[in-house]
């Protein structure tokens, strides 16, 4: 574990400070200096994960490789590293405590009081070393959720305390992000908040390394002067993070600001390199500086909350980019989607996104949504549901099949064309029991998948517990809709196209996951290119 460096992220003053993309930011910087990160997330509720929470509670559950439901802050250290991460870089309160209680009903600890330190403290600790005894990372920076003070945040904040006395103080440093807000009427930016966060931070017998403030206007001298002072941090450490114009303009920010440096000399570890983010600054160059633009409808349950389509709205973000083309996101309740003003509320759009999503509510716009996109032949892209959506839709228009549905919404329908897997009946948990995770899929050859991805055989990762009903699949096959990708082990339908519709695919799958700043997902890239062409195709 002494081999690794550990960086702790604490937040102060409020939450919501984006403690996510201050550490997948500095992450970068590092990893483009040469060293091997990654970036882990300790979250102080009492559910196991984030699977069971309502997305309006929490926003979007992101799924990892290895199948963790998980932060959407890992979202953000993947897409900003490129790297994966897997159950180890997300932990709750929940799962120490359940790991600590298992422990004890085994007998484990030997007779002894289980208690808050030292026995769950050790077990926090325990993750945090798991990922360092790896021997994969030389640098591991570890976000702690929520804000210092907290009741619940506490044993984590005591587990940093001793980690430092754990790997020696060349190995361990503290990042506090705060806030230093402006107050208008005084027309001055205030310290105090910050100055009663780091003396909560303090009072648990954490000193701070550097303090990262965030604010809406520029930090002067004398602001950082009695930053420093009073939080007993150098000036050089004092770092300003200003309000940025996008989230991924935030390395090159944090690289102006020399974060990644002061990092370095505090870990006492060599320079290298200056960080090599050519890439980055070329991506940045691509998405401020777009040649075309399209207006593409998100159509969604959650979507008052966009933090619960993270993934989706990044990857648009990235494959954006990649066209070089300004994609403007329409964010569409599809509770209020109907037959009769679908063309209204879409007649706009060069392309149009059916979500995930899970439930009843909002199915009959998705469906009027799918019907519109194929009679009209405006781009389609569904995800899971919007897939499962598209599947519904077909059946009951095009195959006449009266009432088809996914026995999620009906359990009684005469033609349930999604149906629940085999291995999801009889279930009793509801947590961590979908099919989850990362599953291989072949494309046929000439499909609009297989060219897209420019290869047939693709690992895409999964979060549903309902499929297509293969005893319909030659029926839809013969009437267009063509399942291309298929799970090679087990048969189950995992994309679906039109045949004649310019670009309607469903994917049950969600791609958006995989979509990284440096390597958009072939689908959104895909997907975009065709609402562009839709859009100029007359012109
Ligand atoms: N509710 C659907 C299922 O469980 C789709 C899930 C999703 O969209 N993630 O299969």
Known sequence: MASAKYIFVTGGVTSSLGKGIISASLGKLLQARGFRVTIQKLDPYINIDPGTLNPYEHGECYVTEDGAETDLDLGHYERFLGIDTSQSNNVTTGRIYHNVITAERQ???????????????????????????????????????????????????????????????????????TLVPYLRSAGELKTKPTQHSVKQLLEAGIQPDILVCRSEHHLPNDIRKKLSLFCNVHINS?????????IYDVPLLMRKEKLDERVLTKLKLPHKNEPDIEQWKEFLGRLKNPTSEVNIALVGKYVELPDAYKSIIEAFVHGGAGNECKVNLKLIPSEEVSEENVQQLLGEMDGILVAPGFGERGISGKIATACYAREQGVPYFGICLGMQCAVIEFARNVLGLEGANSTEMDANTPHPVI?????????????GTMRLGSYPCELKKGSKAANAYGKNKIKERHRHRYEFNNKYLKDFEKAGMVPVGINPETG?????????????????????????????????????????????KDK
Request: contains cysteine; hydrophobic residues 45%.
């Open 107 to 177: 007998g484990k600890f030997l007779g002894k009081t289980v208690q808050v330190v030292p026995h769950i403290t050790d077990e926090i600790k325990r993750n945090i070393f798991n990922l360092g005894e790896t021997g994969d990372y030389d640098i591991i920076i570890t976000e702690i959720g929520g804000c210092v003070g907290d009741i619940e945040s506490l044993p984590f904040i005591e587990a940093v305390r001793q980690v430092r006395w754990d790997v020696g103080p060349n190995n361990f440093l503290v990042i506090h992000l």
């Open 238 to 246: 004092v770092i300003e993070a200003r309000d940025a114009e996008t």
């Open 419 to 431: 149906a629940l897997m085999e291995d999801q009946k009889n279930l009793e948990m509801m947590g």
């Open 492 to 536: 189950l339908v995992e994309v679906v196209e039109l045949k004649d519709h310019p670009w309607y695919i469903g994917a049950q799958y969600h791609p958006e996951l995989k979509s990284r700043v440096l390597e958009p997902h072939p689908l959104f890239l895909r997907f975009i290119k065709a609402a562009i062409d839709f859009k100029y």
